[in-house]
């Protein structure tokens, strides 16, 4: 059997070797020592005795190890050779009683190099084992900015909690994305149990993604279960089979082709002119002619008696029940968080409504999901920077807004001292807090913004800590006012003692907002918008559609009212650009060239502030548990990427007090491991 199976690895080896040869590559394995640059020194970190994917094992650690193998790692030396008989030997022991000795590897970048035991992976390759046992030595290449290296590094911290090594993305921030859609901390320690369920589970989605084709995407395996994970969940994944796994993958599967996509957001920026009859996925519900009132449902997480953002999309309800009279029927449905917002979702599919707005970031895993079970319904979450085929988002250009609010803070202010009350770091609301600052710049070049987060300190807190910098002029959250009792915690006041005065308001006009996607519905125009792309769709609409506005008050001096009504005609007409360039960060770095504007996709990915901020975004430990909820769904990388950082520290900390793991000098591992010898 052994002579069978070395002729048919022989075989295997030698169509790679001649495959790769015709294709200019070298047809041998890939030498570690090859790989790392002779001029840097290299940290090592011994892991001791892991399992190793075999998938993963790419090469061996010095060149002269490689000769008797294809790039495949099958043999590629003729069946009389002392090595051919060495491999059966290998081959027969592990049909008859496994393989059990562990290898000797070194991993870099997540990818393993063999120094001893070649010939044994070269045999578990060939029978499709999954992992190998072995005693690795981490090297860590340097930082250097990258999103690949930073990508691993955000692997090692993921691996000092999970010890999982097989799962891989190909998008930062998609590890602690991981942990949180399974229910863990960020920096909570995997049990063996834990470890072994979750293996078992990747492998079954793995078959489930092989049989459905995803060998063919450039995304990675974990790209695809992280999407499915956030559509279906844990629990489900565990319960399902193989072909169960697959069937869902088939409803979601544009979504895990999205992943491949470089830029797989489409971002409109004003309502489209065109009008079409096209139909396709997303339209299959609306006839050419409605003949029936359109019922149209409003997901709520709360409540508008205890909520302005809720209040506010309340008031856009009502607002397109009036323009549309007859031709819709509204409904509501609060509290959607207080239960399973799935099944809110599903009860309103259930009512017969075929428009569906989930009206916070905190809806929209529940929102792909029944999009995704329910293709013939419409379905659009209030939210920005989501890639999903099946659902679109919309979400205003409230930075214009803050870019006024902070120029009129500046012009009145003698100090040039304001406050800024951000609520949670999410898409979006990083942009309102440079173009505050950035306005406040215009009208006063010695202008600082000292920044606090109510999710953070809470509202009263974050204000307080303000109040007691001697500072008067206090933008606070963008929601307008909603509550008698509450109408001068909104917007950009005027605080002196106990005494607050209300002077320029943000104001998002949700009614406008849904009375032109409404008619875009009616009249087909979204409907052709989504079947002339392959992208996700992010509506993005400003002042110039009419769905950001400035409210000012009555007691401000005329002069100041001029500059608002100009500001805002300016920004309409896109004469005036908040996000000019060259942009100043707090670290020096400087963004952007002369007199350009940034695009839309680095406004809305801003993870930095500049250099007249005073303050930093919170971590997510920082944060208050609603905060960390809404964080989970739509926060910007920036406090991911915090969050590794701290995890990355905790690691070196731990490191530094196991000298025997860490701070050896470059390439004394690498000597003493390979002092053991020839493998077997």
């Not at 950009?492 to 875009?520: A, F, M, P, T």
């Amino acid at each position: 059997m052994s002579e069978i199976n070395y002729k048919d690895a022989l075989k295997l080896g030698q169509k790679e070797a001649q495959s790769r040869k015709a294709n200019g590559e070298s047809p041998a394995l890939p030498a570690l020592d090859d790989l790392l640059p002779a001029d840097k020194p290299t940290t090592v970190v011994n892991l001791g005795l892991v399992p190793i994917p075999i998938k993963q094992i790419v090469g061996t650690k010095t060149g002269g190890r490689s000769s008797a193998f294809a790039a495949n790692f099958m043999p590629i030396l003729e069946e009389n050779s002392e090595f051919a008989t060495k491999w059966k030997h290998l081959c027969e022991a592990h049909i008859t009683e496994g393989i059990h000795d562990p290898i000797k590897a070194y991993e870099y970048k997540n990818r393993f190099y063999v120094l001893e035991g070649n010939k044994r992976v070269s045999v578990l390759k060939f029978f499709g084992a999954d992992t190998i046992e072995g005693v690795v030595t981490r090297i860590l290449p340097e930082r250097d900015g990258s999103d690949e290296i930073e990508l691993y590094y955000e692997f090692v911290a993921f691996y000092q909690y999970s010890k999982i090594n097989f799962i891989e993305f190909s998008k930062r921030g998609s590890y602690t994305a991981l942990q949180t859609v399974l229910g863990k901390e960020l920096d909570e320690e995997w049990t063996i149990d834990e470890q072994r369920t979750f293996a078992a589970a990747y492998h079954k989605f793995d078959k489930a993604y092989t049989a459905s084709g995803g060998e063919k995407l450039q995304s990675t395996i974990g790209d695809a279960m992280l999407s499915y994970l956030k559509i279906y969940g844990y629990e489900e994944l565990i319960a399902s089979d193989a072909d169960e796994i697959k069937k869902n993958l088939g409803k979601m599967w544009e979504d895990v082709k999205l992943k491949d996509a470089d830029e797989p957001i489409e971002l409109k920026t004003e309502p489209p002119e065109e009008k079409s009859q096209h139909q396709g996925l997303i339209s299959r519900v609306l006839s050419p002619t409605i003949s029936h009132a359109l019922q149209v449902a409003f997901i709520y997480d709360g409540t508008p008696a205890k909520s302005g953002w809720v209040h506010e999309h309340e008031e856009g309800r009502i607002y397109v029940q009036k323009i549309f009279e007859d031709k819709i029927d509204t409904i509501t449905y609060p509290n959607a968080l207080d239960g399973d917002p799935y099944d809110t979702i599903a009860q309103a599919i259930d009512d017969g409504c075929e428009v569906i707005f989930t009206t916070s970031p905190r809806l929209i895993s529940a929102s792909v999901k029944a999009a995704v079970e329910h293709p013939d319904v419409i379905i659009m979450n209030c939210s920005l920077n989501l890639s999903s085929r099946y659902i679109a988002t919309y979400y205003a250009r409230m930075y214009e807004a803050k870019f006024i609010l902070g120029a009129v803070a500046g012009s009145l202010s003698d100090s040039g001292k304001l406050g800024y009350v951000c609520d949670y770091p999410i898409y979006g609301q990083i942009a309102g807090i440079n173009a505050f600052a950035i306005g406040a710049q215009l009208t006063n070049p010695r202008a600082q913004v000292y920044l606090e987060w109510s999710s953070v300190k809470g509202a009263e807190g974050a204000a307080k800590a303000l109040a007691e910098q001697d500072i008067h002029f206090i933008s606070s959250q963008d929601t307008a006012k909603f509550l008698e009792d509450d109408r001068d915690t909104y917007g950009l006041s005027y605080v002196v003692d106990d005494h607050r005065e209300v002077l320029v308001d943000s104001v998002w006009c949700w009614g406008k907002y849904y009375e032109e996607i409404l008619n875009r519905i009616f009249d087909k125009t979204l409907q052709a918008e989504y079947n002339k792309t392959d992208k996700a769709l992010n509506y993005y609409w400003g002042m110039s559609s009419g769905v950001v506005d400035v409210w000012c008050s009555e007691t401000l001096i005329a002069p100041t009212r001029k500059l608002i009504d100009f500001l805002k005609e300016s920004i309409r007409q896109n004469i005036c650009i908040p996000f000019l360039t060259p942009l100043t960060t707090q670290s020096g770095e400087v963004i952007g060239e002369d007199q350009k504007s940034l695009t839309l996709e680095q406004i809305i990915n801003m993870d930095y502030l500049v250099d007249n901020v005073i303050g930093e975004i919170p971590t997510y430990d920082e944060l208050s548990p609603m905060g960390k909820a809404t964080v989970d769904t739509a926060g910007i990388e920036k406090s991911q990427n915090d969050i590794v950082k701290e995890a990355e520290k905790k690691s070196s900390d731990e490191k530094t007090a196991d000298k025997k793991a860490t701070d050896e000098k470059p390439g004394d591992t690498a000597q003493d491991a390979e002092k053991d010898g020839d493998e077997q």
